[in-house]
């Protein structure tokens, strides 16, 4: 499905009835991570999955992908959809970064957090200097490197020995993102703010998930968000690098249907 928003067209994929549960992805992926939520979860909740702008079914936009601007667009397609809060914001990684931008928003809006292989913290400046180089290596040898780069880091030594046809269809949600999603993702990630203070302020339930061998962001950070929040569950999944949802989706499926359950009884 498709929602014209301001200035682009918003993909977004919906199952479920009752509280609507957001499910934002990572960098450079799609909406199609959530394949197994969206089949799993779809009795506990209303789940919506929006392709972020540039990436998968919507369209792109040049410059910089603000996380406060990806908060809006998905904050813009909820009121489109005639959702109406309070809703749970979850999101992986990157998804994760947008999530906090929402909360930091709209925090009477929300009736929970799901942070997935994600972080609160801004970037160092060598992660800063990063950005710039990936940037560079994007326009320079193209997106095919790009993702090809980005693979063996995403999934768990488990998941890459033992299960190829995941890594091919991983490959393929990125082979999705544009040149201007990668761009401006990367740019968007290199200016975001600390979100630790989101954090410490925010005081309805959260999930954090982690997959126990995940390369691109250590578990410390998963447990330096717990601490700061008030009511919080960890779960730290054994098997899965940087996407929980698509490595051991029954884990992570279980994990975040007893969070429902919390949010709801609350
Ligand atoms: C992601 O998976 O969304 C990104 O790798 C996060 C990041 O680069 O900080």
């Known amino acids: 499905m498709k929602m014209r928003l301001t200035d682009f067209t918003m993909a977004y994929l919906e199952a479920g009835e009752g509280l609507p549960v957001l499910l934002i992805h990572g960098y450079p992926l799609s909406k199609n991570i959530w394949q197994p939520q969206l089949e799993g979860l779809a009795s506990a909740a209303r789940l919506i999955a929006p392709d972020l702008r540039g990436h998968g079914g919507s369209s792109a936009t040049s410059g910089t992908y603000s996380m406060e601007l990806l908060a809006d667009d998905c904050h813009a397609l909820l009121g489109a959809l005639g959702i109406r809060p309070p809703v749970v914001v979850g999101g992986l990684s990157m998804g ?8 930091r928003k709209y925090p009477a809006e929300l009736a929970g957090l799901l942070l997935v292989a994600t ?7 060598e992660a800063r200097n990063n950005r710039l180089k990936a940037m560079e290596s994007a326009r320079q040898d193209g997106l095919e490197a790009t993702f090809d780069n980005m693979l063996p880091k995403l999934l768990s030594p488990q998941t890459l ?3 190829s046809q995941l890594a091919k269809r991983v490959h393929h949600i ?5 040149l201007q999603g990668v761009l401006g993702d990367l ?3 290199r200016e975001r703010p600390d979100a630790m203070e989101v954090l410490l302020g925010f005081k309805k339930p959260a999930l954090i998930v982690h997959g ?9 950070e998963a447990e330096s968000m717990h601490a700061a929040l008030s009511d919080s569950q960890l779960v730290v999944i054994p098997g899965a690098g940087h996407l929980p949802p698509l490595e051991q989706p029954e884990a992570f499926n279980q994990a975040v249907s007893g969070f429902l359950g919390h949010v709801t009884r609350r």
């Open 96 to 103: 994760g970064y947008v999530a906090m931008a929402y909360a």
């Open 174 to 178: 990125m082979a999705a993102t544009s």
């Open 212 to 220: 126990e061998d995940d390369q691109i962001i250590p578990r410390v």
């Open 161 to 163: 020995a033992k299960n």
């Open 119 to 125: 972080r609160a913290a801004a970037d160092t400046p």
């Open 187 to 189: 740019a968007g990630m």
